[in-house]
């Protein structure tokens, strides 16, 4: 569950609260919100996960046609290894969007691009047998091993 209800100050809200979450790389080139809720966030320590972003990756997501990206130079860049693809700013390196290839509806976001991530909880683990021993895991969160179906 996470909102941000932007209000100007003064401004009484009338009819149905548009929720938009947002967020950005470092150098703010690309800018993004989301209409709605954002999911959980969710730990992948897979190699591909791990080597891309330098650590292991925590993630939340939403279906991609609720995520607006916002990005006037075209500084997007995806690398693509064919099941997946991993979405990155061309001038500051970050790391911010995720797909998979099978289901492209979806799309994740990097947790830490978001700019108020408060009401996010860790949902799970994906490939917590991969982890290095500087990052166990906490067993008290679900584990899953192989793919799942998000990332
Ligand atoms: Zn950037
Ligand atoms: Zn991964």
Redesign the pocket.
């Known amino acids: 569950m996470y909102r941000i209800v932007r209000v100007a100050q003064g401004h009484v809200p009338r009819g149905p609260t548009l929720t938009q979450p947002v967020g950005s790389c470092l150098c703010e080139a690309i800018s993004f919100d989301v209409v709605g809720e954002l999911r959980g966030v969710l730990h ?3 190699v ?2 791990r080597k891309s972003s330098g650590n292991f ?1 925590a993630s939340s997501g939403c279906p991609t046609d609720a995520l607006t990206i916002h990005d006037p130079d075209e500084q997007l860049r995806w690398y693509d290894l064919g099941f997946c693809r991993y979405g990155f700013c061309a001038t500051c390196g970050s790391r911010l969007f995720w797909q998979g290839a099978d289901h492209m509806e979806h799309t994740s976001i990097q947790a830490g691009v978001i700019d108020d991530a408060s009401q996010l909880a860790l949902d799970g683990v ?2 917590a047998h991969d982890a290095q021993p500087h990052n166990s895991p906490d067993p008290a969160v679900p584990h899953f091993s192989g793919n799942g179906d998000l ?1």
């Open positions: 992948c320590h897979c591909n996960c990756v994906w490939f990332d």
